[in-house]
């Protein structure tokens, strides 16, 4: 039977989800987690008919106080004989709302699980022991919470009892912590004096500490927002599968966000496939119109295209990234070091991938902060580091501050997890670019690696795209450039706009359409050169900020070095040489939508290097222009995202 919105019971379940605050608690061993988790527990009145009476007795029998501690443990043992609760979380509600708890075990062998479970929470809970104070653990686990993006947070300094509810241990251990936190910019929304064995600040105040003014434990979880839904976000559906049934043709997958309906047009990433949702096939809501967020679902599509397990389907102008190269912040767990240069196994959704590690820009000791000089050759067990990857083939994801769901990935060592991790600064592209529009086209690797090419030539391919006013100088310099670049053994091949409009791109006016698809086939053109391993200096007024843009992001998803060189000089300058007397025609009425008279030219923002061509020598311009174009090659001067290979 459909619920209200038409998705029957697995819409409801989505809904009573989404509205439960997914809470982590951390700390380090024996800080007193179990006695936390089992105290909200008894005072929330959320534990089943004899549980604490039983525990009370087995207490007793062993001639010892009542622990809060066991009835986590015996929560956990229902769990796992599968009897009342989930396998991997526990719950409890205040009147307010629900809650789950994600178990998260404090010993230092256990942060893979810590890892997995802070990963998929709304808040945390980071205890420390007020007699013990601030433990390695206790620094790990802050640098985690930092690094998976839990802004949430509440510090519990647990057993206050043990320090004679001292406000000044609380204060010192405050100001500790709080210094340490304030260096990974994690700011805790309240430090709490609690004693969770006695019940002190867990839902009210304590008599013994009357000195605190702050809110309880429970009250400070309840004044937490719940995160934003994820029905609300970019639809992305994490395709696990197609199968034949009947004469359908069913696509199986998981709503990591947003929603999706029943005439939708979806694009299927990598590769841009697009078609439209004929039907939802949901268990047990037969005719569903929609299916959101956080729900596993089936879907058919009116055009017959190719779908494979791992893609990522979304609306046309709210996609992912698509690209071999990104960022991300890594956290290692595995015994042997990940290695710069070495492969591994990526998993990113339901996508797999083979990703080489580019570069370690930088490692950071999770316990201490502490930083390593410059770029690194491996990062070691439990610590975190600065990665760029590269994947053998283009993969679909996001920026973890978009949407998480398609933000986080795994790496694999042999076949265990060896380390997890977040991606970000990944560029969106601008506008949504058409889909390969034709069916049964897939993306076809070749042998040839681009790590192969670069040893074969000696450098690496990529992009200088030099732009200006008709006459600045571009094509002279580029002719020049190309020059230089051959005769130190660099291959290299410019791709001029005159050229290109006699064969390529002679179909193409000058109308401001024609002139941004001159620039996007420009753009293709030159990145299929780069690569095969060559430097291509572009030479094109390409008169539009934006169509540049677009093909900066078509390099960069393309791991391939890209640089704007804005080729400055002023109209009166261009004028004055007018080599070719087009100005003269121009303003002569004979050429119209000329760039400069009559169209205008939008100069770049924030090139990667400017030449006042009016004011240079052409031998100081070349110069620049080829120190920038060594560098590139060498994939120097953090311009670009490097690119590497397999």
Not at 300 to 325: C, D, K, M, N
Request: with cysteine; aromatic share 6%.
């Amino acid at each position: 039977m459909s619920g209200a919105n038409g998705n029957g019971a697995s819409g409801l379940l989505a809904d009573v989800d989404a509205q439960r605050l997914k809470i982590v608690i951390v700390g380090h061993v024996d800080h007193g987690k179990s006695t936390l988790i089992g105290r909200l527990f008894f005072d929330t009145h959320s534990l089943p008919d004899g549980k604490v009476e039983a525990i009370r007795k087995a207490c007793e029998a062993e001639g010892m106080d009542f622990e809060y501690a066991f009835l986590l443990d015996a929560l956990l043992e229902e769990q796992e004989q599968n009897i009342t609760i989930d396998t991997t979380q526990i719950q409890f509600r205040t009147q307010r709302r629900p809650y789950v708890i994600i178990d998260a075990p404090g010993h230092k062998e256990f942060l893979k699980n810590m890892i997995t479970g802070a990963a998929s929470a709304d808040a945390a809970i980071l205890l420390i022991d007020a007699k013990e104070g601030v433990q390695e653990q206790s620094r790990r686990h802050g640098f985690l919470l930092s690094l998976l993006g839990v802004r949430q947070v509440i510090v519990a300094v647990n057993k206050m009892d043990l320090v004679g509810f001292s406000q000044e241990r609380f204060e010192a251990l405050e100001r500790e912590y709080r210094e340490f936190l304030g260096k990974l910019d994690v700011v805790p929304a309240h430090f709490i004096p609690v004693s969770a064995k006695h019940g002190h600040h867990i839902t009210g105040p304590s008599a013994e500490m009357p000195w605190y003014r702050g809110p309880a434990v429970l009250q400070a979880l309840d004044a937490f927002a719940l995160p934003a839904s994820r029905a609300d976000q970019p639809l992305r559906v994490t395709v696990q599968d197609v199968y034949r049934f009947d004469a359908r043709r069913i696509i199986a997958g998981r709503v990591e966000s947003g929603s999706l309906s029943v005439g939708d047009e979806v694009v299927f990433w990598p590769d841009r496939k697009r078609s439209r949702v004929k039907s939802l096939e949901l268990w047990g809501s037969p005719g569903a119109e929609r299916s959101v967020a956080g729900q596993s679902t089936a879907f058919t599509l009116e055009e017959q295209i190719f779908v494979e397990r791992g893609q990522i389907a979304s609306h046309p102008q709210e996609g992912p990234i698509e690209g071999q190269t990104f960022s991300a912040r890594l956290f290692w767990l595995h015994e042997a070091p990940l290695r710069a240069g070495a492969s591994y196994p990526l998993r990113l959704g339901t996508q797999e991938a083979e990703a080489r590690i580019v570069r370690i820009e930088r490692v950071v000791d999770s316990g201490t902060l502490e930083v390593s000089p410059g770029e690194a050759a491996q990062v070691r067990k439990n610590e975190v580091a600065e990665v760029t990857f590269r994947t053998r083939r283009p993969i679909a994801f996001d920026n973890v501050d978009r949407i998480t769901e398609t933000g986080r990935f795994v790496l694999l060592q042999g076949d265990r997890i060896g380390g997890g991790g977040i991606i970000h600064g990944g560029e969106y592209a601008a506008l949504d670019r058409d889909g390969v529009r034709a069916d049964n086209l897939g993306w076809t690797e070749g042998e040839v690696t681009p790590e192969a090419r670069r040893l074969h030539f000696g450098h690496r391919g990529a992009v200088l795209w030099l732009t200006g006013l008709s006459g600045s100088g571009k094509s002279t310099l580029a002719s020049r450039l190309e020059r230089a670049l051959f005769r130190e053994g660099i291959g290299a091949f410019v791709l001029d706009g005159d050229n290109l409009r006699h064969g390529l791109a002679s179909d193409l006016g000058f109308s401001e359409e024609d002139r941004a698809e001159n620039i996007r086939r420009a753009g293709e053109v030159a990145k299929l050169m780069a690569e095969a391993g060559l430097v291509v200096v572009v030479s094109l007024i390409s008169p539009f900020r934006t169509e540049r843009q677009k093909v900066r992001h078509l390099c960069h998803e393309a791991g391939i070095p890209f640089a704007e060189v804005y080729v400055n000089a002023p109209l009166e300058a261009c004028e004055a040489r007018d080599p070719k007397g087009l100005y003269k025609k121009a303003r002569a009425g004979q050429i119209p939508n000329f760039t400069g008279i009559d169209s205008p030219y939008e100069p770049p923002a924030e090139p990667e290097l400017e030449l006042k061509t009016a004011e240079l020598s052409p031998e100081d311009a070349l110069r620049a222009l080829l120190d920038k174009a060594r560098a590139l090659t060498r994939a120097e001067g953090g311009l670009v995202l490097p690119g590497g290979g397999i």
